[in-house]
């Protein structure tokens, strides 16, 4: 009986595991037979979301599943499902969960999943804000990187490009940090649309120009999350 009430936690956690494999492989699908098989198995994910978030439910497990899944659907491009999965999320977060990478990605993922769907202009920006937020307060410099992207692109859609600009002189710091002659050249790339923007014409040709001799020979993929 005891192993009968803890199924619904395994296979959860199971799924999870799963999920997190999948946001590896996703990238390297070719094929829509391959992405396929991974589509027709998350009926298996959303019956396990349900349940966390159900009466008789873990919401704490079901924040860690959600942040997980809310990459795939991410990557998936089913931005209002993805959506819908970081709200039911982040409204059940608790002093366990809060603060956690778990809120950090369910924030990024809301907060992008409405720029591209909802358009919600303050909502965006406080979810995509507040997973910075989390993610410089725990030093992690892989979240700032992916979220040097959608921050650039919210504040550049709203005419503010003086806060675009910050960002991407934030995306070069971390970039150098990180060593990444790729995201720095997509950061200085950002940084010269950004003076393009705001008139510096000469300013945004350096830095064009200087990220082409950062990102020469380097194979580029999808920057975003």
């Given amino acids: 009986a005891a192993d009968l009430a803890d199924l619904p936690v395994r296979h959860a956690r199971y799924f999870q595991r799963w999920l997190d494999e999948t946001a590896a492989e996703w990238p390297t699908l070719s094929s829509a037979a391959e992405r396929a098989s991974r589509v027709a198995d998350f009926v298996e994910v959303r019956a396990a979301l349900e349940w966390c978030f159900g009466a008789r439910g873990s919401p704490q497990v079901g924040v860690g599943l959600a942040a997980s899944a809310t ?17 039911r999320a982040l409204a059940a977060l608790d002093d366990t969960t809060r603060g956690t990478p778990e809120e950090m990605h369910l924030q990024a993922a809301l907060g992008m999943s409405q720029m591209f769907s909802s358009g919600r202009s303050e909502a965006v920006r406080g979810a995509l804000k507040r997973s910075l937020a989390i993610s410089e307060a725990r030093g992690e410099r892989e979240q700032q990187r992916k979220l040097l ?21 934030n995306g070069v710091a971390v970039a150098e940090t990180l060593r990444d002659s790729t995201d720095l050249a997509l950061a200085r790339t950002l940084t010269g649309i950004g003076l393009h923007f705001t008139g510096n014409l000469n300013g945004a040709r350096e830095e064009l120009e200087a990220a082409m001799a950062h990102g020469r020979d380097e194979r580029w993929s999808n920057p975003v999350y």
Avoid: K
Wanted: hydrophobic share 50%.
């Fill in 71 to 87: 990459r795939v659907l991410w990557a998936m491009l089913q931005l209002s499902e993805c959506q819908r999965w970081a709200e």
């Fill in 149 to 169: 992207v959608p921050l650039f692109l919210f504040y550049t859609r709203n005419r503010e490009f003086n806060t675009a600009l910050t960002h991407a002189a």
